[in-house]
Nanobody, 119 residues
Framework: QVQLVESGGGLVQPGGSLRLSCAAS????????MAWYRQAPDKQRELVAS???????DYVDSLKDRFTISRDNVKNMIFLQMDNLKPEDTAVYYC?????????????WGQGTQVTVSS
């Protein structure tokens, strides 16, 4: 079983920055792609960015100029650097991981971390 724990959320003013972290339990060899999603109030959960086990990132076009995803396979963590934050970025941010090897086919989610962008 894999557990994902997000951290780094909080209240920030428009134009500010936050760095989210997601720590995964277990072996990094048993995780493939990982990703950040977000869900704003009364909206569906949406993909923000993803990263392969080799560290290749992919972004939603509308966010790629402000958000950066990275991965540390030694620490079994992923990160989301968010710059020039806007009020519309307010949401709960979730970490997702796809299982690999003996965990292939399984999908894991964290509990989420709240990001609020407001003056």
């Amino acid at each position: 079983q894999v557990q994902l724990v997000e951290s780094g959320g909080g209240l920030v003013q428009p134009g500010g920055s936050l760095r989210l972290s997601c720590a995964a339990s277990g072996s990094p060899f048993e995780l493939s792609d990982m990703a950040w999603y977000r869900q704003a109030p009364d909206k569906q959960r949406e993909l923000v960015a993803s990263i392969t086990s080799d560290g290749a990132p992919d972004y939603v076009d509308s966010l790629k100029d402000r958000f950066t995803i990275s991965r540390d396979n030694v620490k079994n963590m992923i990160f989301l650097q968010m710059d020039n934050l806007k009020p519309e970025d307010t949401a709960v941010y979730y970490c997702k991981a796809d299982g690999a090897r003996r965990l292939r086919g399984r999908i894991y989610w964290g509990q989420g971390t709240q990001v609020t962008v407001s003056s």
